[in-house]
């Protein structure tokens, strides 16, 4: 069996893959209840699966086990410090990670301003709504991982930091306005291992198949399978030093792939 190279978007409760593999074969999609599934199904063949939700949690501000970076009071991780930092306008699409035991009350069906007020105590800083709203693709991501799943080889992307890293500069527009999905398509293009009737097969196969996954996911998941595919000396990570782990021993960190580095810490 050859070896893939898988993107993972959550869109709406749905997992969407799309899989690039080593024979040059055009990529393939599929669509998912559960991230476990995501795992029994490509845990076994793929060299990398990029996934887009925070793995790596913080805990509290009194824990000794957290590794999050603290300033005025507040726990932040260290890799969304920085990938605010290098994607520019972009930055709001980096949400705030929630704690673990606020994305688990997220995930449990508790209101906003409860696993806000939660996250605060734990963290010093408030969720917004988009934050808490992943929390429960979190979870089962921290679930997987910390059960079967193989750190190595599921990892955390961001698709807006993929883009950037691909397009050379920061991008301008957003992601759901016409010209934000052509700048995409544009940086998709220049990716080796892309084809421009690719995002249109998809498009259609998934439309056969009668899901309703937005462009923007699949262009998000393009992003983030042609990072996973990346060579060995493009296949880089926010921060580049050995990341932290946090209290589980879960990495923190986001991959992307670039001939350079996107930052110089």
């Known amino acids: 069996?050859?070896?893939?190279?898988?993107?993972?978007?959550?869109?709406?409760?749905?997992?969407?893959?799309?899989?690039?593999?080593?024979?040059?074969?055009?990529?393939?999609?599929?669509?998912?209840?559960?991230?476990?599934?995501?795992?029994?199904?490509?845990?076994?063949?793929?060299?990398?699966?990029?996934?887009?939700?925070?793995?790596?949690?913080?805990?509290s501000l009194e824990s000794d086990a957290c590794s999050c970076v603290e300033e005025d009071g507040e726990l932040s991780r260290r890799c969304d410090d920085l990938a605010r930092t290098v994607i520019g306008s972009r930055y709001r699409s980096v949400f705030t990670a929630p704690a673990r035991e606020a994305a688990k009350l997220a995930a449990a069906g508790a209101?906003?301003?409860?696993?806000?007020?939660?996250?605060?105590?734990?963290?010093?800083?408030?969720?917004?709504?988009?934050?808490?709203s992943i929390s429960a693709g979190i979870v089962e991501v921290d679930d997987l991982l910390l059960c079967d799943g193989n750190p190595e080889v599921l990892v955390e992307g961001h698709p807006e930091v993929c883009f950037r890293a691909l397009s050379g500069s920061p991008l301008e527009h957003s992601k759901h306005t016409a010209a934000g999905v052509e700048e995409r398509l544009?940086?998709?293009?220049?990716?080796?291992?892309?084809?421009?009737?690719?995002?249109?097969?998809?498009?259609?196969e998934l439309g056969r198949e009668g899901h309703r996954i937005g462009l923007d996911d699949v262009l998000d998941a393009f992003v983030l399978a042609l990072t996973a595919c990346a060579p060995v000396a493009e296949f880089r990570r926010l921060p580049s030093d050995p990341p932290r782990t946090d209290a589980e021993g879960l990495p923190m960190q986001m991959v992307y792939r670039s001939e350079t580095q996107l930052t110089h810490e």
């Open 111 to 132: 209101d906003h301003s409860e696993i806000s007020d939660r996250n605060e105590e734990l963290t010093g800083k408030r969720l917004t709504q988009q934050a808490a």
């Open 1 to 59: 069996m050859c070896s893939q190279y898988v993107g993972v978007d959550w869109s709406s409760g749905e997992w969407v893959s799309i899989a690039y593999t080593e024979e040059s074969d055009p990529p393939s999609v599929a669509v998912f209840d559960e991230i476990a599934e995501v795992w029994d199904h490509y845990g076994t063949s793929a060299r990398r699966i990029v996934v887009d939700v925070p793995i790596g949690l913080c805990e």
């Open 186 to 204: 544009a940086v998709l293009r220049g990716v080796d291992e892309y084809t421009c009737e690719d995002w249109q097969r998809v498009a259609r």
